[in-house]
């Protein structure tokens, strides 16, 4: 299995606070994910960063804001919390050698519960 | 805009054949397959690539038709181990960057 965490793995917060979630990788890969998970739509892109500093938003990137000051970490930060961010945060990870498109691996997912 | 897959949902009984699509609106330059069972994570199946073969393995096999950007995942002769949810994440071929695109995915329920 890919080395990746995520931290938390459950948090509920009120509306109007801010969040951060942490990914965490071991494995040195290059490109990292952030997806939210909602019933009906599957998986979302929120961010994606392809190297340290370098981030690039997705599809449902109002609201939220990461940062990736080391390889191995990239964080999600929910500036100020509303109920339809009440979602499941999944982490990926991937690597792009010679040019080649890899898999993706996925973290174990944070379910984040704004009251 | 996502890929749509049909069907949304399918009942099998062990032992049974199923097809799951993916179309997109866009052309792509791969898909990827995943299966996610309920309470984790997605799990990598296999990745088609433009202008490759199709690809399988053991009973599980995947095709990639460029022309109608569309992929079909086949699962022959079922097992109660292939339940749960199936999504095909893709890559446009404009893209220029890693942002894949995933469908909305084919909940997959087998029965003994």
């Known amino acids: 299995d890919a080395g990746i965490t995520q931290s938390p793995r459950h948090k509920v917060t009120e509306t109007g606070t801010p969040v951060t979630l942490r990914c965490h990788q071991t494995?040195?890969?290059?490109?990292m994910y952030w997806y939210r998970q909602d019933p009906g739509h599957g998986l979302r892109l929120i961010h994606y960063?392809?190297?340290?500093?370098?981030?690039d938003k997705g599809e449902v990137s109002d609201g939220y804001s990461v940062s990736r000051s080391k390889t191995e970490d990239f964080l999600l930060t929910l500036e100020s919390a509303t109920s339809s961010q009440t979602s499941v945060y999944f982490c990926?990870?991937?690597?792009?050698?010679?040019?080649?498109?890899?898999?993706?691996?996925f973290g174990p997912g944070t379910r984040l519960t704004v009251l | 805009q996502q890929p749509v897959q049909s069907p949304q949902a399918v009942i099998l009984r062990e032992g049974e054949d199923a097809v799951i699509n993916c179309s997109s609106s866009?052309?792509?330059?791969?898909v990827h397959w995943y299966r996610q069972k309920h309470g984790e994570a997605p799990v990598f199946l296999m990745i088609?690539?433009?202008?490759?073969e199709q690809k399988g393995h053991d009973k599980i096999s995947a095709s990639f038709n460029e022309k109608k950007q569309q992929s079909s995942l086949y699962l022959t002769a079922s097992q109660l181990s292939y339940s749960g949810t199936y999504f095909c994440?893709?890559?446009?071929?404009?893209?220029?960057?890693?942002?894949?695109?995933f469908g909305t995915g084919t909940r997959l329920k087998v029965l003994a």
């Open positions: 990926a990870i991937s690597e792009s050698l010679a040019g080649e498109v890899d898999t993706q691996y």
């Open positions: 494995e040195n890969h290059r490109y």
């Open positions: 960063s392809y190297g340290v500093k370098d981030t």
């Open positions: 866009k052309a792509l330059y791969s």
């Open positions: 088609l690539l433009k202008g490759g």
């Open positions: 994440g893709t890559l446009p071929s404009t893209s220029g960057t890693y942002k894949y695109i």
